[in-house]
């Protein structure tokens, strides 16, 4: 009887370290799992958060233009501004009325795109090219030889320019405007190859397109002389 009753006893201890045992390993369960939890929501989670709040902007600002880009916008302007000069003295000086139509459409899609580029600076924080007095003769950002930007006329030839009338003014815009749209082409396609910001790329696509067919055309006009 007295040893079955130590059996008994022995039997309810070893009940009572088990429940016992598992009482704490579920407790510590507990706690690890609310652990992991807190540690996910604060660790993981929120840092993750913070990343993606603030990555978005972050990624606007680093990627959503390129160096490229604020490059073709301030070659551009200038190289724009340069044809609209030339274009200028097309009324009073052109012979031929498809010389003066092909000016009058070159100003009209040139000059809003300088709007256009200028605004981009502005919105990037990069410098806009200065105006100057006419974007002729000393235009800022060209040197003399008109080599910084690609198809720039010379100062001498611009001035030259100015001074011819008639079919000789023809003949001289239209080569020279061929040689300036090959420039911009030229800069134009490296935009589409490298820029980064979608409207920029854009309008260096409809850039080759155009001036492309314009050149084209301007080589047909001069053929016909």
């Keep these: 009887m007295a040893s079955r009753l130590k059996a008994s006893r022995r039997s309810l201890v070893r009940r009572a370290a088990a429940l016992a045992g598992a009482a704490t390993a579920a407790a510590v369960l507990t706690a690890c799992g609310g652990g992991d939890s807190s540690s996910e929501s604060s660790g993981h989670a929120g840092p993750g958060m913070g990343a993606m709040s603030s990555s978005p902007s972050a990624s606007a600002r680093q990627s959503g233009h390129d160096a490229q880009d604020v490059s073709f916008a301030q070659k551009m302007i200038p190289h724009h501004r340069q044809a609209l000069a030339m274009a200028g003295l097309a009324p009073s000086r052109a012979g031929s009325q498809q010389v003066k139509d092909l000016a009058a459409a070159i100003s009209k899609a040139q000059d809003p795109e300088i709007n256009t580029m200028t605004g981009w600076l502005k919105a990037w924080g990069a410098k806009v090219p200065d105006s100057g007095a006419s974007g002729m003769a000393g235009m800022p950002g060209m040197d003399h030889s008109g ?48 820029g980064a910001y979608g409207p920029a790329t854009a309008m260096a696509a409809s850039i080759v397109t ?16």
């Design 147 to 194: 080599s910084s930007v690609p198809g720039m006329m010379p100062d001498g030839d611009m001035g030259r320019l100015e001074k011819l009338s008639g079919d000789a003014f023809d003949q001289a815009f239209l080569q020279m405007m061929i040689g300036h749209h090959e420039g911009a082409v030229d800069m134009a396609r490296t935009e589409k190859v490298k």
């Design 210 to 225: 155009s001036q492309s067919a314009e050149i084209a055309e301007m080589r047909r006009m001069l053929g016909r002389r």
